[in-house]
């Protein structure tokens, strides 16, 4: 199961219009590098949860063929949380050992060798956790032998924990579960697995596995984090712009460090420096913008920004949101 579902506040204006994992990312819709992830692991049956925007997710993973997979979409009218989504799946989901894999990420942890680790240890649940040495804002996961002991707040830079050397360990936004978690999730209503779930079962004396997995993994959350784990990537590849379809940069115009979505007109004599430009966004030849994202003023026009998104400002026919906040 892609839990697709989400908001994304946090990378709002992008999300105006889109889900977080139905957001362009290199070309791809992020939910897309997911369903791949997972064909590529043998599995191709995929059940997909739609909220915010259903049909962007529609829109961009289609039948699931073009990904290697086919999928079930599953609609909730309410937000139900990550282990509520799974209740609402559950007729897909309970008859055998199941993967959740969150729609914002980018890995190639290997999957194999957590499953491995799921078998050997006949775990009620396998967390697959990677380490955290920058101690980044992704809540600590406290383990003990190889399993769960409970979750924790935020890192510090200085703190200390139980972690192998030291260093904390954060969730990858992969599990693997065995059906008997419906046994502790409750029936239609909104709950989250750690919060609501995992406690419960370990209470009870549930075993839940620690999986610590090395490889790449990204989580692209944040306008900020999409903008720079892009251009790390792009940098591999020897280029600092990416053009999605339709979209044009006239000649005189300065475009550097930018993600550019589909049908982006930048005129000449433009300036565009570090920027997410979405679908349809023009920007005339005496415009400058730095570090920014900018989408079409429309999409916004009457919406209230979420609490957690940055606050923007209109120019134009633009709406233009400062990432210095």
């Given at each position: 199961?892609?839990?697709?579902?989400?908001?994304g506040?946090?990378?709002?204006?992008?999300?105006?219009?889109?889900?977080?994992?139905?957001?362009?990312?290199?070309?791809?819709?992020?939910?897309?590098?997911?369903?791949?992830?997972?064909?590529?692991?043998?599995?191709?049956?995929?059940?997909?949860?739609?909220?915010?925007?259903?049909?962007?997710v529609?829109?961009?993973?289609?039948?699931?063929?073009?990904?290697?997979v086919?999928?079930?979409?599953?609609?909730?009218?309410?937000?139900l949380?990550?282990?509520?989504?799974?209740?609402?799946?559950?007729?897909?989901?309970?008859?055998?050992?199941?993967?959740?894999?969150?729609?914002?990420?980018?890995?190639?942890?290997?999957?194999?060798?957590?499953?491995?680790?799921?078998?050997?240890?006949?775990?009620?649940?396998t967390l697959?956790?990677?380490?955290?040495?920058?101690r980044?804002?992704?809540?600590?996961?406290?383990?003990?032998?190889?399993?769960?002991?409970?979750?924790?707040?935020?890192?510090?830079?200085?703190?200390?924990?139980?972690?192998?050397?030291?260093?904390p360990?954060?969730?990858?936004?992969?599990q693997?579960?065995?059906?008997?978690?419906?046994?502790?999730?409750?029936?239609?209503?909104?709950?989250?697995?750690?919060?609501?779930?995992?406690?419960?079962?370990?209470?009870?004396?549930?075993?839940?596995?620690?999986?610590?997995?090395?490889?790449?993994?990204?989580?692209?959350?944040?306008?900020?984090?999409?903008?720079d784990?892009?251009?790390?990537?792009?940098?591999?590849?020897?280029?600092?712009?990416?053009?999605?379809?339709?979209?044009?940069?006239?000649?005189g115009?300065?475009?550097?460090?930018?993600?550019?979505?589909?049908?982006?007109?930048?005129?000449?004599g433009?300036?565009v420096?570090?920027?997410?430009?979405?679908?349809?966004?023009?920007?005339?030849?005496?415009?400058?913008?730095?570090?920014?994202?900018?989408?079409?003023?429309?999409?916004?026009?009457?919406?209230?920004?979420?609490?957690k998104?940055?606050?923007?400002?209109?120019?134009?026919?633009?709406?233009?949101?400062?990432?210095?906040?």
């Amino acid at each position: 199961m892609i839990l697709a579902a989400g908001y994304g506040t946090r990378l709002w204006p992008l999300t105006a219009d889109r889900t977080k994992p139905a957001i362009p990312f290199l070309g791809k819709p992020l939910v897309g590098y997911v369903a791949e992830y997972l064909a590529s692991y043998g599995i191709h049956e995929i059940v997909v949860n739609l909220h915010h925007e259903p049909e962007s997710v529609r829109d961009a993973l289609g039948d699931g063929s073009r990904f290697g997979v086919k999928l079930h979409y599953v609609e909730e009218p309410e937000i139900l949380g990550t282990s509520g989504a799974l209740d609402n799946a559950r007729k897909f989901l309970e008859d055998e050992t199941f993967i959740v894999v969150n729609g914002k990420i980018v890995t190639d942890i290997n999957l194999s060798e957590a499953l491995e680790t799921h078998k050997r240890t006949e775990a009620l649940a396998t967390l697959v956790l990677r380490p955290n040495p920058a101690r980044e804002r992704f809540s600590m996961v406290n383990t003990e032998g190889g399993f769960l002991k409970g979750f924790g707040g935020m890192p510090q830079p200085s703190e200390s924990d139980n972690a192998p050397n030291g260093t904390p360990l954060m969730f990858t936004g992969i599990q693997i579960l065995e059906p008997r978690i419906f046994d502790y999730i409750p029936r239609n209503v909104f709950s989250h697995s750690t919060t609501d779930v995992y406690p419960q079962a370990l209470a009870k004396g549930e075993r839940i596995a620690a999986h610590v997995a090395e490889g790449v993994w990204y989580e692209l959350s944040t306008i900020q984090r999409y903008l720079d784990i892009s251009l790390a990537m792009m940098k591999r590849e020897g280029r600092d712009v990416h053009l999605g379809h339709g979209s044009n940069i006239f000649d005189g115009a300065s475009v550097s460090e930018s993600i550019l979505w589909d049908d982006v007109k930048i005129e000449a004599g433009a300036h565009v420096r570090h920027a997410v430009i979405g679908d349809g966004v023009q920007i005339l030849g005496e415009d400058v913008f730095e570090n920014v994202a900018i989408v079409r003023a429309e999409l916004v026009e009457r919406a209230e920004p979420p609490a957690k998104a940055l606050r923007g400002v209109r120019r134009g026919d633009n709406f233009v949101v400062s990432l210095s906040q």
